[in-house]
């Protein structure tokens, strides 16, 4: 990516140093990233929306990449993950922005609008469709009664325990091992140790090079801050009970991959396509069905997806 243009900076925000890839001129679009990714995931999209006029602006979350990650699993509640936006914005004199997530990216720009719709003129978030808080049960708990145990996100909460884990595989292997995964229905993920002698052909839409774009910025900063986020699911929930019941109220668009992991979670078809999604984003103006795409579509289907994009954020 060098010779690109894309420019580097740090900015102290909420406490912390955050880490910003920005090209371009214009109207501002936030773009969020998912696990485990980087600003690096968005390197086609800023090329190609600064191209058409827009300022394009891709951060490392907290304890991603080269921004700071602080050692407590509190310190990744979605309040921070959403503080640490609003005073980017804030630093960057930005009082509006077009918003863009995916995967975590799109947890945390639902999470953005519920609590400041004032900064965002519009949404295009990508895999995950808005989750309303459902007072009776905690997030792990609910993953856990369909899929037991073994499922990631089970997984995930025990403090150390996947950290070892991946670091007998190897982080490039790991980022492999998700990145090429194409089986939606394949939710004990991280059994990986049973994989990790596998030949991983990469696809075209990722080279080598890419991967050792992530793997040296995973092997320096490490799998903990990422992981945290999902050990601050319950925390959230709790965190988040005043506003359940409260709808998403900015113009939205939705685009997801018929072979996204997340898109064959138990109800999330019924809740996108039956009323659901509608009732709870009023303001939801298209959903899109990619076929044949998988989790990490907005590289997988780069053009189409800074497509999707433009197309929506150039009417407002």
Same mark, same amino acid.
């Given at each position: 990516?060098?010779? %690109? ?11 912390? =140093? ?53 050692? =407590?699993?509190?310190?990744?509640? +979605? ?42 003129k519009a949404l295009v ?90 793997? =040296?910025?995973?092997? &320096? ?27 998403? &109220?900015?113009?939205?668009?939705? +685009? ?50 800074? %497509?999707? +994009?433009?197309?929506? +954020?150039?009417?407002?």
């Amino acid at each position: 990516m060098e010779g %690109d243009g894309i420019g580097h900076r740090v900015l102290e925000v909420n406490g912390i =140093s955050m880490h910003v890839a920005e090209k371009g001129e214009g109207p501002a679009v936030l773009l969020l990233h998912g696990f485990p990714e980087l600003w690096y995931s968005w390197r086609h999209q800023i090329l190609g929306l600064a191209a058409r006029g827009y300022r394009a602006i891709a951060p490392d979350l907290r304890g991603y990449g080269d921004s700071s990650a602080p050692p =407590s699993v509190a310190s990744y509640s +979605i309040l921070h993950l959403v503080g640490d936006l609003i005073a980017l914005l804030d630093a960057l004199d930005i009082p509006q922005v077009f918003l863009v997530g995916h995967d975590w990216g799109a947890l945390i720009a639902w999470s953005l609008c519920m609590y400041r719709a004032d900064r965002v003129k519009a949404l295009v978030n990508l895999s995950v469709s808005f989750m309303p808080i459902n007072p009776a049960v905690k997030p792990v708990q609910h993953f856990r009664s369909f899929y037991g145990d073994d499922f990631y996100i089970c997984r995930f909460q025990e403090a150390g325990k996947i950290e070892a884990e991946l670091a007998g595989i190897g982080t490039e292997k790991f980022l492999k091992l998700v990145f090429c995964g194409r089986n939606p229905t394949a939710v004990s993920l991280l059994k990986f140790k049973e994989r990790s002698n596998e030949e991983i052909a990469l696809p075209a839409w990722l080279t080598q090079q890419d991967i050792d774009y992530f793997a =040296s910025k995973f092997d &320096k900063s490490g799998f903990t801050g990422p992981v945290n986020y999902y050990r601050c699911l319950d925390l959230n929930w709790e965190l988040s009970a005043a506003w359940t019941g409260v709808q998403i &109220k900015v113009p939205v668009k939705f +685009i997801v991959g018929d072979l996204d992991l997340t898109y064959h979670f138990p109800g999330v078809q019924d809740y996108i396509h039956k009323g659901g999604f509608k009732r709870d984003v009023p303001m939801l103006e298209e959903v899109v069905i990619m076929e044949g795409v998988a989790h990490f579509i907005n590289q997988e289907k780069a053009p189409e997806i800074t %497509d999707h +994009i433009y197309n929506f +954020i150039q009417k407002f």
